[in-house]
């Protein structure tokens, strides 16, 4: 599986961006795909998940705290994240990830360990 993300950019705080991933290769079975970030200094952390097994659209989402009610994770053709009311802290480089066709059990979907597979990073950049 190889994955190809796009859609970051610079932004004011306060602002939008939405971030796609579009998967190649075998995705049946039961997947999660979702996204992880690191700022300069920092870990690498958790944004959003979301898992689903079969259907065009859709799946259990999974969010960070950090980001709850400010991004969507969605999907159909690609994954998506929809990043709204930006803040200077949500500034890093954006990895897509994705993990299956068996996917990580609940309580490890937001270690980054359980992501076999990841994008190139996309830099989000929020201004001030």
């Known amino acids: 599986v190889q994955l190809q993300a796009c859609g970051g950019g610079l932004v004011q705080a306060g602002g939008s961006l939405r971030l796609s991933c579009a998967a190649s290769?075998?995705?049946?079975?039961?997947?999660?795909m979702g996204w992880f970030r690191q700022a300069p200094g920092k870990e690498r952390e958790f944004v959003a998940a979301?898992?689903?097994?079969?259907?065009?659209?859709?799946g259990q989402t999974y969010y960070a705290d950090s980001v709850k009610g400010r991004f969507t994770i969605s999907r159909d053709n690609a994954v998506y994240l929809q990043m709204n009311s930006l803040k200077p802290e949500d500034m890093a480089v954006y990895y897509c990830?994705?993990?299956?066709?068996?996917?990580?059990?609940?309580?490890?979907?937001?270690?980054?360990?359980?992501?076999?597979?990841w994008g190139q990073g996309t830099h989000v950049t929020v201004s001030s």
């Open positions: 290769g075998r995705t049946s079975g039961t997947w999660t």
């Open positions: 979301i898992r689903w097994s079969g259907g065009r659209s859709g």
């Open positions: 990830v994705a993990a299956g066709p068996v996917s990580p059990i609940l309580s490890t979907i937001r270690l980054s360990s359980s992501y076999p597979y």
